[in-house]
């Protein structure tokens, strides 16, 4: 079988130095093996690895900010041991505080849940799945990553500055992000911020022209669009989204940097900094930016989100043993969702001062996004009813995810209703509706989906009990940690304050608020012995002994355990059918590969 | 050392977790892999029920103890609220009946239809009629949502009613500044670069007549109960936002660019330090967008009272333009004797 010979090539030695095994076709160095890869799967790789470090150290951040949060009095010697001077006398300092909250959010919307996220899984999943033997441009997908990676280094590079790192806010909005002196973080750590975003864009770009240019032209022969799996839909959808989005995120932030550093007015108007005196910038607009800024930023929750929905699709209906309900719906509400996504970014500058007609528009327009929603939540019930369902780590979180993505998309009508809005806008409510529909659902997307393709990455299992008590104590952590939250919203709690303790309308929840920042703590430390399973398994994990241990019809599970750079060592194969052939006719699974026969009953 | 210590347990609780987990898979090597997965797939489907019963126990007790220290327990204090806490509702109750029918549906699926050997799966890709009604129900309650947000989203932002009260609101790193008309209830113009933190600090023109009877405060403004007031919004330096928990609104404050908001109290401040029960209550402004290290400490007070203890209040304030200008102030210089009963009287305040 040609098969045995690829196996043995690549045996146990996918992520580590030893290259001993590397004498087929031509000689791979550690360098190009490794690291300056231009095989999909180590670029796939390279970007969920390096998004898991950012997942520790964005985790780590968020940590010790609800530190603070829960224990507003308490002093912690060993912080000063680790922080020195952000937190004198074991205690957070403002300026460390805002500084965690902003690299948090940045890392983990940027860093973690599109680079480690799409990146990972467009780059794994979509030669694999439309049968392509590697990206249309492999040079251009490495340069992605280390675009992505260097990216990576100055935003860390950022947290050593001396008047520290960003500390406006993820959103960055100005002035408080263009004045040097409103704030030390808005000095050097900006520029640092600023110039990991541009490369971090450039990243982005580069990986998604090739995503599109991949999806549409290397799909193999019998491969038509309408037989694509979903998620390979979900992908291109995604990268549709972060093309046209992204270069406009640029935009803004190259007049950002003008106005920080070269003395124009793009932002600026009227502005008297304490201790500084009256600006001469006149007539600019700050609200230009928050334009700018949210034509990416809402399109990005989708970025997030798609990839996530498309994951969970596939595995649920791999793990139901039934296809899934209403492909074309799901992909026309995919389709939906996409182009909604760029018409409704004014509906986070509700209380801007925006026209008010306008505001209106905007709010049928984000509440028009609740159909495909909708639409999606039914049909991934549908899907369950009447299946033979595998409770499978990945299909735990696949499951998880669905029932995360009603909770926050259900708040999501509170807070796309403008009327509402104008009242529970930037307070906790909102902190609670995003982490739980994009945060930790899209996290449960990642994470059932590193589950289910981990045998396909490495050709070993992760182990399935620490699966089990991961996924039990994330969902649960989740729920506990953001549910109460909307109730501080609801009692007009803001979001962004570091101590609650001199207003008499929000300092009645400092119960709630310890209660919160131990169960982050412990659901922290459950995700680090995900990573635990996950570094332990890609060595010493269970060997996978089937070429298709899910019993699934996509094309990735045709190619030998473990593929070299080409994915297939004959010939690709041709595909006959849609992915979603499960429980047809008697058969348990009918791959895309196997030809339609004579007396089958419906045919896609 | 406790860091150490806690560490050290941290490491520990991980290592047993991680042994057991390892030893469970050798014995379901040992075991069968099949047998075991059947046994693991039971396990994980009985837990799917469970957290949904659970789940619900837990909202409610959630419910039980954090509602009460909600707004919504409180009750909104200006007209606007009160439309806002009956949308809240309306709103509530959609969502919350889809809520419970499709979380129930989930994990119930996932339990009752959990892997058996001897289920035959129902091949069931798609149905026109089910996808069209799930696209229909939706799309019906939300045209509800949205024509109900907008008619108040319209009320919100519309002009208020003739005679409301205007005062404008000016933030600055980290604190507020209101801006009364005076008598002529115009205000004289302002331009940024007359800012002089101590005599000025909005920057004022004081060659327009209109600013000579301006009155500028920080920290606490008053208003009238049941009387309409127009907030005029403004910012010094960066973006901040004046929330108004107790009234449900809020509106950023934009450097270059005015902003407006209004509402109408309902209680004066005294009438809700009754109604809470609270002795401090006190509606407070809070900065709710982020403008800088002391973000979380920028508070404004808005003190509502009756028209009379208002205009007592009014008669007691002095233009900014004689603090400014100290020389010009008619009541400061003739008379040395009505100079002190004057300092007295401010002093009293």
């Known amino acids: 079988m040609s098969h045995e010979a690829a196996l043995h090539n690549h045996e146990g030695h996918e992520s580590h130095g030893h290259d001993d095994h590397g004498h087929h076709e031509h000689h791979d160095t550690f360098l190009t093996k490794y690291v300056f890869s231009q095989d999909h799967k180590m670029i796939a790789k390279q970007f969920l690895i390096t998004g898991m470090v950012w997942a520790v150290l964005g985790g780590l951040m968020s940590v010790l900010f609800r530190l603070q949060l829960g224990y507003p009095d308490a002093s912690f010697p060993w912080l000063e041991s680790i922080l020195g001077k952000w937190a004198k006398g074991g205690q957070i300092t403002p300026e460390a505080y805002y500084a965690l909250v902003t690299t948090h959010g940045t890392v983990l919307v940027f860093f973690v849940l599109t680079a480690g996220l799409s990146g990972t899984f467009a780059n794994f999943l979509i030669p694999l799945q439309v049968g392509a033997r590697d990206m249309a441009s492999p040079f251009m997908n490495m340069l992605s990553y280390w675009f992505f990676f260097t990216a990576s280094i100055i935003m860390l590079s950022s947290l050593f500055v001396e008047t520290g790192p960003f500390s406006g806010g993820w959103t960055a909005y100005p002035p408080l992000s263009a004045l040097h002196d409103a704030s030390p973080g808005s000095k050097t750590g900006m520029d640092l911020w600023i110039i990991s975003m541009a490369l971090f864009v450039v990243s982005s770009l580069l990986g998604g022209l090739n995503y599109i240019a991949t999806i549409l032209n290397m799909r193999t022969k019998g491969m038509s669009m309408t037989r694509l799996p979903l998620t390979i839909w979900a992908l291109f959808f995604t990268a549709v989204l972060g093309v046209l989005s992204f270069p406009v995120l640029l935009s803004g932030l190259i007049l950002l940097i003008f106005d920080r550093n070269f003395g124009t007015s793009f932002y600026l108007s009227d502005i008297y900094v304490n201790g500084v005196g009256a600006l001469s910038n006149e007539g600019g607009s700050a609200i230009l930016f928050q334009h700018l800024f949210w034509f990416l930023g809402h399109p990005e929750v989708y970025i997030i989100l798609l990839p996530a929905m498309g994951m969970v699709s596939e595995i649920m209906s791999v793990n139901s043993r039934k296809p899934i309900f209403g492909y074309m719906a799901m992909l026309g509400s995919l389709f939906a969702i996409a182009i909604l996504a760029f018409l409704v970014w004014a509906h986070h500058m509700f209380v801007t001062g925006l026209n008010p007609f306008l505001g209106s528009v905007f709010v049928l327009l984000t509440l028009l996004i609740a159909v495909p929603s909708a639409i999606k939540v039914f049909n991934w019930l549908t899907t369950l009813w009447r299946g033979n369902i595998r409770f499978t780590p990945g299909m735990l979180f696949a499951i998880g995810f669905v029932s995360l993505f009603i909770?926050?998309?259900?708040?999501?009508?509170?807070?796309?209703?403008?009327?509402?809005?104008?009242?529970?806008?930037?307070?906790?409510?909102?902190?609670?509706?995003?982490?739980?529909?994009?945060?930790?659902?899209?996290?449960?997307?990642?994470?059932?989906?590193?589950?289910?393709?981990?045998?396909?990455?490495?050709?070993?299992?992760?182990?399935?009990?620490?699966?089990?008590?991961?996924?039990?104590?994330?969902?649960?952590?989740?729920?506990?940690?953001?549910?109460?939250?909307?109730?501080?919203?609801?009692?007009?709690?803001?979001?962004?304050?570091?101590?609650?303790?001199?207003?008499?309308?929000?300092?009645?929840?400092?119960?709630?608020?310890?209660?919160?920042?131990?169960?982050?703590?412990?659901?922290?430390?459950?995700?680090?012995?995900?990573?635990?399973?996950?570094?332990?398994?890609?060595?010493?994990?269970?060997?996978?002994?089937?070429?298709?241990?899910?019993?699934?019809?996509?094309?990735?599970?045709?190619?030998?355990?473990?593929?070299?750079?080409g994915n297939w060592p004959g010939e690709i194969p041709e595909v006959h059918r849609w992915p979603y052939d499960y429980g047809k006719d008697g058969h348990d699974f009918i791959p895309q590969t196997t030809p339609v026969g004579e007396d089958e009953t419906e045919t896609h | 050392m406790s860091l150490i210590l806690s560490v050290a347990i941290i490491v520990f609780i991980f290592v047993v977790i991680f042994q057991i987990a390892k030893a469970s898979e050798y014995v379901s090597i040992l075991k069968g892999e099949e047998a075991s997965r059947q046994q693991n797939n039971k396990i994980n489907g009985f837990l799917m029920v469970a957290f949904l019963v659970l789940g619900f126990v837990g909202i409610y007790v959630c419910n039980k103890a954090y509602y009460g220290k909600t707004q919504l327990a409180q009750g909104a204090a200006s007209v606007q609220g009160e439309k806002v806490d009956e949308m809240l509702f309306v709103t509530l109750i959609i969502t919350g009946i889809v809520f419970v029918i499709t979380q129930v549906l989930l994990f119930w699926f996932a339990y009752k239809y959990q892997e058996d050997k001897n289920r035959k799966v129902f091949f069931f890709a798609h149905s026109t009629k089910l996808e069209l009604i799930w696209t229909a129900i939706p799309a019906i309650a939300l045209t509800v949502l949205v024509v109900f947000g907008l008619r108040n989203w319209f009320f919100f932002t519309g002009e208020p009613p003739k005679g409301a009260m205007v005062v404008e609101v000016t933030g600055k790193q980290f604190g507020w500044i209101f801006r009364y008309p005076g008598k002529d209830a115009v205000f004289g113009k302002k331009y940024y670069k007359n800012i002089d933190p101590a005599t000025n600090s909005v920057g004022i023109v004081w060659d327009d007549t209109y600013s000579k009877d301006d009155i500028l405060l920080e920290q606490t403004m008053y208003v009238v109960k049941g009387t309409p007031v127009k907030l005029i919004l403004g910012s010094r330096d960066v973006i901040h936002d004046v929330g108004l928990t107790h009234f449900r609104l809020k509106m950023d404050a934009v450097p270059g660019i005015p902003t407006t908001m209004w509402f109408t109290p309902l209680y004066t401040t005294k009438e809700m330090r009754e109604k809470t029960g609270n002795p401090n209550f006190a509606y407070e402004i809070s900065c709710d967008q982020m403008c800088g290290n002391g973000h979380y400490s920028m508070k404004g007070v808005i003190e509502v009272v009756d028209q009379e203890e208002y205009d007592l209040w009014m008669a007691k304030q002095k233009p900014q333009y004689f603090t400014a200008f100290p020389e010009k102030d008619p009541t400061a210089v003739p008379v040395a004797a009505a100079d002190t009963t004057a300092k007295v009287a401010t002093a009293k305040m």
């Open chain 1, 407 to 565: 909770s926050g998309g259900l708040t999501g009508i509170w807070l796309g209703n403008a009327a509402l809005d104008i009242y529970l806008h930037d307070s906790y409510f909102v902190v609670a509706h995003f982490h739980i529909v994009m945060g930790v659902a899209s996290m449960f997307g990642m994470f059932a989906g590193v589950y289910h393709w981990f045998p396909k990455m490495y050709g070993r299992y992760l182990n399935n009990s620490l699966g089990y008590i991961h996924f039990w104590i994330t969902l649960a952590g989740a729920y506990l940690i953001f549910w109460p939250m909307h109730y501080q919203g609801l009692a007009g709690m803001p979001r962004r304050y570091f101590d609650f303790s001199i207003w008499e309308s929000f300092k009645q929840f400092a119960d709630l608020n310890r209660f919160i920042s131990t169960v982050a703590m412990i659901v922290f430390a459950v995700q680090i012995l995900f990573l635990i399973n996950f570094f332990y398994s890609i060595f010493k994990g269970r060997k996978v002994t089937v070429l298709n241990p899910w019993e699934s019809n996509t094309l990735e599970w045709t190619t030998p355990i473990n593929p070299g750079h």
